[in-house]
């Protein structure tokens, strides 16, 4: 991290700035290319145009009114050279410091003889020269020549200026962008920063840490969620903590009831073999007790860590039902209950696994066994186009309504006393609701007090090809 071109800030910068460099570095030298040649051109023809207008004026008459050349030679400051028909010297104008006629090649003189314009640059007296040549052709014989040079010295110092100025602002150009950029960069940079430092509070434990959330862009979401997940984690950190405090307190009772009653037979303190029988029953029940919860706490650790392993087909719910209420029917019968099932004929399916389907109503069905002392227990299956729903309604005790959204939660008992002399383990509606959960449906209860309770099971249901297969996987 302290290696600095490893840092956000310093790579957005390095890129932001390549970027500028890109652009104003070329812009700025395509404008001097730009300008240099435009001004270039512009002296060309102007030189050229001026060849021109004197060959008009040679042409016109036999006469060359060399003092008229001669002013407009230097009204527009150039030095014009008129050659005769031997391609000599005939006239040139007056006010040329030191550059002669000699700068002509042969091959200048011979173009021009053929009858080709001259335009092109030289190096004359440490100066740059535009010259223009035209030949005077009549008849096809060359009669003579005009030769313009024009000094390109006014352009050349115009173009130095413009560079001059280009270059300030390029640097000037650059100098803005290095303050944007660094800006910028660390503007970028900042969430990032703030957020990697977060993830490593977090990481070391401190679940209040948040990240402030600027933007709605995917800076903003990415820190929403961090914000998120330090949530979860201390809810997850603080149901953990609390979990393992409700095992510890369930674990405690039924091993207290064990160590008791061992102490009392083991002292051999009681009156009479009948009531070593009933404290030996005692201890048989919590050990059952004790396997129970330890079964159902492995069961639902390894249904939240995604570990069950569960057998998918098309289940006949219906079918499941009936297995599920004749398990229990001894025991509602026992307790002078009704149990009625109205599911009607034919096969209803859900895409699940039969065991566990059957687990889950078996849940539900104990449950309304247990907290119902008089009455009925009633089953009932109502298909629509795309669910099923499975009601369990009994005419129990019932749930308080600001209880129920709770009674899902591990460990979660209306009457915790009350809970335990029947024997469960706490964990039956919370198995039931992860492996509703699973299987894509959603569980619920609506309860009355003193009326009785019904758990509503609702699964999707699935479509078999082949509808001779009922596979359930289950042998009564
Ligand atoms: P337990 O093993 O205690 O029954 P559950 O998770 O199965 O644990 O149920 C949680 C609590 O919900 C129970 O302790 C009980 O108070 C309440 N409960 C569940 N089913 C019923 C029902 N059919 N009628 C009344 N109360 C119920």
Redesign the pocket.
């Known amino acids: 991290m302290n290696r600095p071109w490893k840092r956000i800030d310093v790579k957005i910068g390095f890129t932001i700035m390549s970027l500028f460099l890109i652009i104003i570095v070329p812009m700025s030298l395509i404008t001097e290319r730009i300008l240099t040649s435009y001004n270039v051109q512009q002296e060309h023809r102007k030189t050229n145009e001026l060849a021109i207008h004197l060959i008009t004026m040679m042409s016109a008459g036999d006469n060359i009114n060399l003092d008229a050349i001669s002013t407009m030679a230097e009204f527009t400051q150039v030095h014009v050279f008129v050659l005769d028909p031997e391609g000599k010297l005939a006239a040139k104008s007056k006010h040329h410091h030191g550059i002669g006629f000699t700068f002509l090649t042969a091959a200048n003189l011979e173009q021009l003889r053929q009858g080709h314009p001259l335009d092109t640059e030289m190096r004359l007296n440490k100066e740059n020269y535009i010259v223009a040549g035209l030949p005077m052709m009549i008849q096809d014989r060359f009669r003579g020549a005009v030769i313009v040079a024009s000094s390109l010295q006014t352009v050349e110092e115009f173009i130095a200026e413009v560079r001059q100025v280009l270059l300030l602002s390029t640097l000037g150009l650059i100098v803005i962008a290095i303050g944007f950029t660094y800006l910028l960069s660390r503007k970028m940079s900042k969430p990032l920063l703030q957020m990697a430092s977060a993830t490593r509070h977090i990481a070391a434990g401190k679940l209040n840490t948040r990240v402030p959330v600027h933007s709605d862009d995917e800076i903003g979401v990415l820190a929403r969620s961090i914000n998120e997940l330090a949530v979860e984690l201390k809810h997850y950190r603080d149901s953990r903590n609390e979990f393992i405090a409700n095992i510890s307190h369930e674990l405690k009772t039924p091993i207290t009831y064990l160590e008791g009653y061992a102490q009392v037979i083991e002292e051999e303190l009681y009156e009479s073999e009948e009531e070593k029988k009933r404290y030996l029953a005692i201890i048989g029940s919590e050990a059952r007790r004790l396997d129970r919860i330890i079964h159902d706490l492995f069961d639902l650790s390894k249904m939240e860590e995604g570990q069950i392993s569960m057998k998918l087909e098309h289940v006949d719910i219906r079918l499941i039902t009936a297995y599920a209420v004749e398990k229990v029917l001894r025991l509602a019968t026992e307790k002078g209950l009704n149990l009625e099932v109205e599911a009607g004929d034919p096969p209803l399916f859900v895409w699940g696994d039969p065991v566990r389907l059957e687990q889950l109503l078996l849940?539900l069905l104990d449950?309304?066994i247990?907290?119902t002392k008089q009455g009925s227990i009633h089953v009932s299956i109502l298909p629509s186009e795309a669910q099923v729903q499975i009601h369990i309604r009994?005419t129990?005790?019932?749930?308080p309504e600001a209880e129920l959204p709770y009674?899902f939660e591990r460990f979660?008992?209306?009457?915790k006393s009350r809970?335990r002399e029947h024997g469960?383990?706490?964990?039956?509606?919370?198995i039931a609701a992860k492996l509703t959960a699973l299987h894509g449906g959603t569980l619920r209860a609506e309860s009355l007090i003193e009326q009785g309770?019904t758990f509503i099971v609702m699964l999707p249901r699935s479509q078999p090809s082949d509808l001779v297969t009922i596979a359930t996987g289950h042998s009564l």
């Open positions: 849940n449950n309304a247990r907290y009994d129990g005790q019932g749930i009674i979660y008992r209306v009457e809970s469960g383990s706490g964990l039956g509606l919370a309770t």
